[in-house]
């Protein structure tokens, strides 16, 4: 998650226009490994709304990357600049870069990994005493049936407590190409 990024130039002024994203996404552009970001409406940084970068791979300053204009250009020659932005950790590599078209300014960091990272093969808070049974490997047969003609649905079905019972006749019918329960 990102939000408040800022291009700051010497007096101060951020040469970014949408930079809190409290409206939109407006005027960013997520291309390649990073084309499923977009905007975040359920939280942000001191707000309610920020961009979610979602990164299948890594980025890079060619077509796997988020961008936006700055509002002005800065002078050629410039080191006299802020970059910086407001970033939370939610999974993957906890590394960002933001970086200036040219590749002659950037600001690299790594953000902070919260203490608790979950907890694998512990309980955690979405444990039930007694969860239902797991149901997998579902399967019809025929797979086209014709109509009226008895249809067969098979499955695997596991619970760690047992089953006492899962499975009885159920009678389908035939109003569309595809069954349907009655």
């Known amino acids: 998650m990102i939000d408040d990024v800022q291009v700051l130039d010497a007096v101060g002024n951020n040469r970014i226009a949408n930079s809190s994203f409290e409206t939109s996404a407006t005027g960013w552009a997520a291309e390649g490994t990073e084309s499923q970001s977009g905007w975040e409406a359920s939280e942000g ?22 961008r936006t204009l700055l509002t002005s250009a800065l002078a ?6 802020t970059i ?7 999974k993957g590599f906890p590394e960002v870069l933001l970086r200036l078209r040219g590749n002659w300014l950037d600001c690299g960091g ?3 990994l919260p203490p608790n990272l979950g907890t694998p093969g512990a309980r955690n ?3 039930v005493n007694n969860a239902p049974p ?3 490997e579902v399967n019809h047969s025929p797979v086209l049936p014709a109509a009226n003609q008895p249809i067969v649905v098979s499955a695997r079905v ?4 047992g089953l006492s019972s899962c499975c009885s006749d159920i009678g389908w019918t035939r109003t ?3 069954p349907r329960w009655l």
Do not use: L
Not at 76 to 81: C, E, F, L, Q, S
């Open 176 to 178: 569309r190409p595809t």
């Open 134 to 136: 797991a149901i997998v």
């Open 125 to 127: 808070s979405r444990a």
């Open 84 to 90: 910086r932005a407001k970033v939370r950790w939610i």
């Open 76 to 81: 050629a020659g410039t080191i006299n600049v």
């Open 45 to 66: 940084y001191a707000s309610a709304h920020c961009y979610h970068i979602r990164a299948v791979d890594r980025g890079d300053n060619q077509i796997n990357r988020v």
């Open 110 to 112: 790594e953000m902070a």
């Open 158 to 161: 596991s619970d760690p407590q």
